[in-house]
Each structure stands twice: as structure tokens, then as C-alpha cells.
């Protein structure tokens, strides 16, 4: 292809044996992508419906699960088009796109953690206060500066990325990362200076803040009774595991961009799905298992559908 002629579409380089194991791949992914959404919307739903579960925290963690409906819808069902495709092909706006939403909900995760960080050290350090601080407006203005604040800072990169005159047309991954910032012919300082301006301001600080308001939370309750020490484990050592997870995942995309040339294309292929694979599944089955409220209205949501009849009917019906 002639680099000085306008790119339309873009070759997906890093799919492995495409033709022997096409439908196992399909079959996996599919399955996978059933159970992401599935278990995230179901967390959705019991925080929508249910009045005891309208606090700040739960909020939080629909949101959460929102964004990886949104991650996942973004790239499983190209994946799964591709895997039965003859040609992996993608077109640059599409790919762009994707690139932007991708990382666009990855800081939204990391802001929403630390919000969710600051509503627990508000309810289990200052009780007294927290029905003033955390007001439905101050959720509200968290949501929307968790969602918008990664978009506004990603618009940025793709405006400083150019993607005006394009060297290669070949993208080593499976979908559209940070690889495709190497497809330019001449690599922009102003990019690299503004890609670690955004990961230091939409990563670094977020994790930081949610390590330092935990252990002050920990800190804190160690002086208190048992009941207290117990709400605060059971309530913010789920949030360190997701924090952990997305922490992973960041350093794994990282990795992935840039040692890319030192692995071979089938462990590329394997490190590149599991990013897409772990961390959509670990939120809903993390907050659905350890959070007691959430993990309740489960139990009663899997109840109505193995009995939908009420144990009182069965009483009635034998006597």
C-alpha cells in the first residue's frame, strides 16, 4: 500500500492460526462475553431496583459495572467478528475510537475508585457528617467528572497522535490499543510528554489516594471496637481487590505496548485476551460474593428463580 495515499483500513496483526482454531476462539470469547454482561447488568439491575442499595457506594459500583458493559460491548463483539472473518481488518476512525473509549473507561475506573474510596472514609470516619458531604448532588458531580474527565484528557491525545501520515498499516494486537500510536511515521515529544502527563494524573495519583485514605480508614478503626474494624474490612477490602485488578491491568497494557517486539506472537495473542478477559468478570463476581447487601439480593434474585413460587404455597398446598 502506498503510504502516501489516505488509509482507510487498518490489518489486525495478532491473531494466531486463525483457520485451525477460528470457532475455538469464538466459541470462548462468546461465552466469555455472555457472562461479563450477564453478571454486570444483573449488579446493575439489584442496585436500580432496590431502595436499600441508593447510597453513594452502591452508586459507585453500578457505575463500575457500567463501564465494563461499555468496555466490553466496544471490543468483544469486533473480536468475535474477526475470528470468523477471512480478512482482520479495521478502519481508522473505528480504530481510533475504540483506542478512545478503551482507555477512556480504564481512568474512569481508577477515578471511580477513589471516589468510592473517599464515600467510605467519610461514612466510617466522619458518620456524623457524611449525610452533608455526600449529598445526591456531590454523587452526581463525581459521576460526571469520573466519566468526563478521562474523555476530555484522551481527546487530547488523539488530537496531539495526529494519525495524518501513517508509515504502516499493521497493528500487532487484536484490537486498538497503544499500538496504534506507532503506526506514525515520526514519533510526536508532545505526544510522550502528554501520554505521561495522563498516566501520572489518571493512574498514579487516583491509586495513591485510595492507598492513603485506606490505611487512614485502617488506622483509624484499629482504635475502635470490632464492629467497626468489620464493616470497615468487609466494605473497603473488596474495593483494594478491584483496585488491585485494574492496577494489574494498567501495567499489563503497559507492558504489552511496550515489549511487544520481544514476545512472540502467540504469547502476545494470549496477554492481549486476557486483558479483555479477567477484569470485566472479576468486578460483578468480586462485589456480587464480598458485598454482604449486593451478595443478599442475589441470593433472593437465584431464589425466585429456582422457586418461583413462595415457600407459603407449598405449606398450604399440603395441608
Known sequence: MDVKSNVTYLILGGFVDMNKYRYVYFFILFTVYVLIMCSNCIIVYLILIHKNLHEPMYVF???LSFNSVLFSTVIYPKLLTDFLSEKQIIS??????????YYSLAVSDFLLLAAMAFDRYV???KPLQYPTIMRKSTVIILLFLCWLWPAAQLVGGVVLGGFKKLCTFVLTGIFCNNSILKLNCVPSAELAIY???V???????????????YAKIFMIT????????????ETCLPHLMVLFSFSCFCAYDVVIAQLESKFSKTVRLVMSLQMVLYNPLFNPIIYGLKM???SKHLKNLCAVEYYPLSPDWF???AA
Open 222 to 233: 484499629s482504635k475502635r471496637g470490632r464492629e467497626v474494624r468489620k464493616k470497615a474490612a
Open 199 to 213: 498516566s501520572i494524573n489518571s493512574t498514579v495519583i487516583p491509586v495513591l489516594f485510595v492507598l492513603f485514605t
Open 92 to 101: 481508522l476512525p473505528a480504530c481510533i475510537f475504540q483506542y478512545f473509549i
Open 61 to 63: 459500583i453500578a457505575a
Open 195 to 197: 501520554g505521561v502527563f
Open 292 to 294: 454482604k447487601e449486593i
Open 315 to 317: 405449606c398450604n398446598g
Open 123 to 125: 461514612s466510617i470516619c
